[in-house]
């Protein structure tokens, strides 16, 4: 998030204040953004008190996601789920995660897929008495941190493009951007999208020394930051065990051959988010030429097996696309471990 953007919100966290004899906190809980956030924040943020009422509206969403992750969280030892329609019932059979199909058939589900899906659309319902309990609170926090991420770049969007401190370079991306990123409009995201699943899943289903995040619109649109990684970079020399630093890189995803335009951006990139105090320390440019994107979507989409669309990808686009990635950031026998838990699973080879 723009660190100016995520103060303001900030502070009106902290004012807020619940109105005397509320009984609904999502409606009521917030007297500072009805009656004093409007003032405050078109102040500081250069907004209409118009736009200011749209971001605190989506502020009041996020309240309403919150509210709905706490009453999960309250009720996950029920043996009676709460299902959603369209929602595929998952099973722990002490071995494997399994989809088990209204046909009778069943079909396994990786840890990973079970927590990602949700990108793709895919919810799952998962049985209270055989998949552990931690895994089922997992899954609703990454639900919920999904809804918010969509809700705060809605937010940032009506800030960056109302606000007279953008430049005036960028106000115009922001709109477009959340249209094509929800929309897979453009092959560009939906590539983005699927190398994010991919990388997502294999940190989660295997033992990695980083964590893939969803960058913000800001950072997309202003640091040049498709996606983010957060890589435990081991200390050279230093013989305590367990000692590592974490650095937060941001990655400029590429399928196309413009490579010396792209770096003269990240540089500028890279001096904005210096001077604005991101948390992105650098970034840097993965080119990987993806082919049929659009087939592999249009298979996957028939029946929407676990995994996405990329798990139909070839183990050597895997392996490209985790080696273009790394590089650098490990060496290359750390690298090729990492590569040897991909797995080949292409319907056009």
Sequence with gaps: MEPGFKQALKEVRRQAIRKPGAEDATESYLRFYDELGLEWIAERRGLKPENVRQILALQKEKQRIIEWLESRLKGIDAKEQEFEPGARRIKFNGQYYVWEKSDGTSEPVSLGALLTDGIWDVEYVLDSETVPRSVRKKYFIEKAKRLLRRELDRQIAIDKQQSDMTNPRFKGGYNGLIKDREGMSQQGHLAERM?????????????????????????????????????????????????????????????????????????????????????????????????????????????????????????????????????????GEEIDGMCEQVTPQNPFK
């Design 195 to 331: 190398v994010y699943s991919f990388l997502r899943k294999l940190s989660l289903d295997g033992q990695l020394p980083f964590e893939i995040e969803t960058s913000n619109v800001y950072e997309d649109i202003e640091l040049s930051s498709d996606f983010l990684i957060r890589v435990k970079l081991r200390r050279r020399g230093v013989a305590v065990e367990g000692s590592e630093d974490d650095k937060m890189i941001g990655i400029q995803f590429t399928i196309a051959s413009r490579r010396a335009r792209k770096l003269k951006k990240l540089q500028e990139a890279k001096i904005r988010a210096l001077q604005s105090g991101s948390r992105i320390e650098d970034i840097v440019l993965v080119k990987v030429p993806l082919k049929r994107l659009a087939d592999i979507f249009a298979a996957w989409s028939e029946n929407k097996p676990p995994g996405g669309p990329d798990a139909l990808w070839d183990a050597a686009t895997k392996k490209k696309i985790l080696k273009g990635l790394l590089k650098g950031m490990f060496t």
